[in-house]
């Protein structure tokens, strides 16, 4: 072997403190329009500005009363008041005043007039002439959602690192915010390292670096901007160079392949060349051969060239480091609970990345792994076939029937979720 | 009441069906790059055009052999095989052939060379010159994954109507293509009518149509396009002239609010002057204004104003529709199964819409419905609480306890469930 580069395998929970450790935080902000921020995850929490709702208001279309005016009111002995005018649209104020004997009729969220202590619906009353016949005794605040029963001023409405969804855009203008604090996406620059696949570019094949995709689809689901930066070949001195001329232009970069102990796979003992390795290889099966290196103080991911490990990778190395430096810590991936089908293990030794389906059935999620042998080309099909993942620590055996912790692989895979 | 209008609520199953009816499908198809199809609704099955793998693989670096020539091997009495080529990279064919007492070395996913049935892996093996110790007997195809073994030709990989995710981006290209077949993402024209938001807007409040965002961005995250088009007045005349003037535009069109019972609630009688409304006011509670009309064939939707009913006539009708015409029925949004935390039951003849948080415990997802008033403004915050909702159908009482059917509001919502 020509290398002098040395491989040593940590162990996967070292390495990833390790690596952790070696990035501070350093979240970017940016105040983006409260319109544009769908599915961006907010930086700070929202707070009711005021009491939600602003005033008393109806609950329904009706009268404002005097609820101490409508005792004894029944359908044959109806209580009569005279209406003394009307609230047509939700917030509007028209200075009206509700005194004894008197009602106004108004629209389900409009504010109670002064004077006024409940609401009665419109059905529970008949229109006679200016007056009104109020057919039901109401109580106290009957039909009146009180000042600050949905929200207290101060109150925490949307936290830090939540995802903006279409009804808390609704909910942030609706507390006077036009613009929001979210987390700038970070941008990841991805190559793929190998001669043969510039030799299958050549070739025609169109992507011959298709794990590219897996790579940036997967990050650009979970809050990050990428860009493609081709095929590199086997070469550690371009690859030193590519290094060193892009790291200043992204956030993070990830290299694909030519991290392992193959002949001609040098990213490693490139990066011992402009910065430091923090760990290349870890005891993660498959994904072994993962490695984090810092460069200039970026991270620069080693991902693993087939499939399953550089999945495995992604989930378990590159979206936590991410998650540390720019999301604040916020879980990027969703994760669910779910019943095992059969009994797993890890393998000896390794934190074990099993693939699972996800089955909505009778008794709730189940979760059936792939024992088909991971790795390799086999995991192509698998990982279509797959909803999320389990990493089983060394030594630990889950039973089959166990409720168990499930990461989506992306949170895309939540469409397969059908009717039952 | 000025209003000749006729509002007579029909049943909400009959109502949903009359309108599915008065739309026959016309989903278009388009064809995008797989590199730009993620998150994409694929509208074909896609097979595979060739057996996966397409010959015999190595699963693990190491040596193909003849699984006969290593009969009794141990490590202490190890069998010596001549080493006659190797296969470094996935993928590359040599033209090497293993006969008796041979060995190629290769690594994981080559193909194994003609005259070769099993693999050993490397580390049962040591090297010695041009030969090999082999110290393990292997069985016939033992680390082999056999061609076809992950899929066969003709197998259909994803199926029509599925999302496509990182790793059917990758399988897609995999399987040789470059291009998918998708729905064309149907764009949605939505306006808001009523005087009261213009009158906000003249008075400086920047979004006072601010539930444009809860109907647009719902339906972007289920595969549309949207348009803004303004706030529209209270006025018959100019909502008719609205419609006929922008309905050639757009797929479908939604207008929110003006849609109620109120003296200046004119969407309806609006509609009946250009077009026919299949119907206007159901059973659905809250949303039981909600309206579904057509304009030169196309789906004009009435939705109500108050976020609530909006929302639930979004979930109910807007995108049951949508599916039918654009998408050939997909289930557009996501469903999952919950345990009840309370007894529910649907309001006296309606279709009652409950919101449900999502929180997922011991015993898996929990659903507990918010059985604060629903409807008005009191759902503000009550929507950024829900992750969910169930549609419980007149009459149905569901059990504490029970596991029901939940739909998620829109896909965002996976991103709130964290580690447990």
New interface residues.
């Given amino acids: 072997m020509p290398l002098e580069y040395k491989f040593k395998a940590k162990p996967y929970d070292e390495a990833l403190k390790s690596a952790l450790q070696a990035f501070p935080r350093k979240a970017v902000y940016e105040l983006v329009p409260?319109?544009e921020a769908?599915?961006r995850r907010i930086a700070e929490d929202a707070y009711?500005p005021f009491d939600?709702?602003r005033k008393n208001?109806a609950?329904y279309d009706g009268y404002a009363v005097r609820h101490e005016d409508t005792r004894g009111a029944t359908a044959s002995n109806p209580v009569k008041l005279r209406v003394v005018g009307s609230v047509?649209?939700?917030?509007?104020e028209l200075g009206l005043r509700v005194e004894e004997g008197e009602a106004v009729y108004l629209?389900?969220?409009s504010p109670l007039p002064e004077g006024a202590d409940a609401v009665v619906r419109e059905e529970l009353t008949s229109k006679q002439g200016d007056h009104v016949l109020v057919k039901k005794e109401v109580e106290l605040y009957e039909d009146v959602?009180l000042r600050g029963?949905?929200?207290r001023k101060g109150d925490v409405?949307?936290s830090r690192g939540?995802?903006?969804?279409?009804?808390?855009?609704?909910?942030l203008?609706?507390i006077g915010l036009?613009r929001v604090k979210v987390y700038r996406e970070p941008m990841i620059g991805i190559a793929s390292v190998?001669d043969?696949l510039l030799e299958r570019f050549m070739k025609g094949t169109?992507?011959p670096d298709?794990?590219f995709?897996?790579v940036?689809?997967?990050l650009?689901?979970v809050g990050c901007r990428t860009a493609s930066l081709g095929i590199l070949r086997d070469d550690p001195d371009e690859i030193a160079g590519f290094i060193s001329k892009n790291i200043s232009y992204y956030d993070a970069l990830a290299l694909i392949g030519g991290a392992s102990r193959?002949?001609?796979d040098y990213t490693g003992m490139s990066v011992e060349k402009i910065g430091e390795v923090i760990f290349h290889a870890t005891t993660l099966s498959p994904g072994k051969v993962s490695g984090v290196c810092r460069v200039d103080g970026k991270p620069v991911f080693l991902v693993p060239g087939?499939?399953g490990s550089a999945?495995s990778c992604i989930c378990n190395i590159i979206i936590p480091i991410i998650s540390k430096i720019y999301f604040e810590g916020a879980?990027l991936l969703?994760?669910?609970?779910?019943?095992l089908t059969t009994f797993i293990e890890s393998r000896p030794g390794l934190y074990t990345f099993r693939t699972v389906s996800l089955e909505?059935?009778?008794?709730?999620?189940r979760a059936t792994p792939h024992l088909k042998?991971l790795?390799?080309?086999?995991l192509?099909?698998?990982?279509?076939k797959?909803g999320g993942f389990i990493l089983i620590p060394p030594g630990v055996k889950l039973s089959s029937g166990e409720?168990v912790?499930v990461t989506?692989?992306?949170?895309?895979?939540?469409?397969?979720?059908?009717?039952?």
């Fill in positions: 409260v319109s769908l599915g009711a939600i709702p208001i609950f047509l649209k939700d917030g509007e629209s389900a969220n959602v029963e949905d929200a409405l949307i939540s995802v903006i969804r279409p009804q808390d855009q609704v909910l203008l609706e036009t190998g043969e169109s992507y298709n794990y995709f897996l940036s689809s997967t650009r689901l193959g002949l001609r087939h499939i999945t879980e969703p994760k669910v609970l779910a019943k909505w059935c009778n008794d709730g999620l042998r790795g390799g080309s086999t192509i099909t698998i990982l279509s797959a409720l912790e989506l692989l992306n949170p895309l895979e939540v469409f397969s979720w059908k009717s039952h």
